[in-house]
């Protein structure tokens, strides 16, 4: 498998659809780049839970911070060498709306990561991992805020997981109507999907 790919795995390979999976790196990367929130899930005492929350990007591997009391940054610092997570970042752009209800879908891109999530221990990386967090809501921002101090950095942790086991599931195009359908009084097509930042609403009081 060459550079630009993540290599499959059986955990990556869809068991339907896999005509909408790819591996390509650059096209992961820029989904996880448009976004900001993940949904995290890992097994607590033999039950599956997920949960959400921001994360950011540096390279090959994705960050997560939290409190120091947040049960899966707790999980993944006592259990030494991590814990097995499976990551996902969904952005939805179109709604397909079909001439029956049957075929009405989504036009989305979906990114899933399997892999071991490690506590981040080192000081320097820890400071580095909450720049990148701020950067991925906001790029510029952390040049632009007071850096977290010693009593903020010690009430949170970060957990950083690599990119290795990685796929994409994507949807694009309009309705599959049947052609029994096509003649029906229904309006099928697409309704865009886009998220939109509004005008900023200062806090009170504020210099700026």
């Known amino acids: 498998m060459s550079e630009e790919m993540y290599e499959p795995t059986e955990r990556t390979v869809p068991t339907r659809g896999r005509d909408r999976a790819s591996y390509d790196r650059a096209l992961v990367h820029s989904i996880l780049d ?7 899930g890992f097994v607590r005492d033999g039950r599956p839970v997920v949960l ?3 994360y950011g990007r540096s390279g090959e591997r994705l960050y997560v911070h939290g409190s120091t009391g947040s049960r899966p940054l707790r ?5 030494g060498d991590g814990i097995p997570v499976c990551l996902t970042v969904t952005r939805v752009d179109g709604l397909v709306l079909a001439k029956s209800a049957f075929h009405h879908s989504m036009n989305y891109r979906s990114v899933v990561v399997h892999g071991t999530a490690r506590d981040v221990l080192d000081e320097a990386e820890r400071a580095a ?14 040049a ?22 990685v796929s994409v599931k994507l949807r694009t195009g309009g309705p599959n109507d049947d052609p029994a ?6 309006w099928s097509g697409v309704v865009p999907v886009s998220e939109t930042l509004g005008t ?9």
């Not at 448009?34 to 995290?40: F, R, T, V």
């Not at 999980?75 to 259990?79: E, I, Q, T």
């Not at 632009?144 to 009430?155: G, L, P, V, W």
């Not at 900023?200 to 700026?208: H, L, N, T």
């Open 34 to 40: 448009e976004g900001y929130l993940c949904h995290l």
């Open 52 to 54: 959400p929350t921001l």
């Open 75 to 79: 999980m993944a610092g006592a259990a």
């Open 129 to 142: 991992a909450l720049d990148v967090l701020v950067e991925q809501v906001v790029p510029g921002r952390s």
């Open 144 to 165: 632009d805020s007071r850096r977290a101090n010693a009593k903020e950095m010690a009430a949170t942790a970060v957990i950083a997981l690599d990119l290795r086991e």
């Open 181 to 186: 359908d096509l003649d029906l009084p229904y």
């Open 200 to 208: 900023p609403v200062p806090a009170d009081p504020s210099p700026a």
